[in-house]
Nanobody, 123 residues
Framework: QVQLAESGGGLVQAGGSLTLSCTSS????????MGWYRQAPGKQHELVAN???????NYADSVKGRFTISQNDAKNALYLQMRNLQTEDTAVYFC?????????????????WGQGTQVTVSS
């Protein structure tokens, strides 16, 4: 069973940078997508960026040109480099992995979330 652990959140001034990390443990038959989502107080959960196997990366319009998502070759670590942070980027950021488990046949789909890491941007 895949489990996720996020790190790297914190308090930063507007214009600053942070890098979030997400490490996964456990095995899987396949990983189809890894991504970062966020939820700000009073707002809906939203996609920040993701990497889809064979289909490239996607970014929310609000972070394009400022955030960069990347993963390692083993697909067990995911990163989000955040530059020029703005107060509206304040949120809890969640790591997500979707794929198929290797616990039986046929493989079953899974959708796993990390516990979240707080990012606070001060003005």
């Amino acid at each position: 069973q895949v489990q996720l652990a996020e790190s790297g959140g914190g308090l930063v001034q507007a214009g600053g940078s942070l890098t979030l990390s997400c490490t996964s443990s456990g095995s899987a038959f396949s990983i189809n997508a890894m991504g970062w989502y966020r939820q700000a107080p009073g707002k809906q959960h939203e996609l920040v960026a993701n990497i889809n196997s064979g289909a490239g990366t996607n970014y929310a319009d609000s972070v394009k040109g400022r955030f960069t998502i990347s993963q390692n070759d083993a697909k067990n670590a995911l990163y989000l480099q955040m530059r020029n942070l703005q107060t509206e980027d304040t949120a809890v950021y969640f790591c997500n992995v979707r794929g198929y488990s290797d616990g039986g046949w046929p493989p079953r789909p899974f959708d796993v979330w990390g516990q979240g890491t707080q990012v606070t941007v001060s003005s």
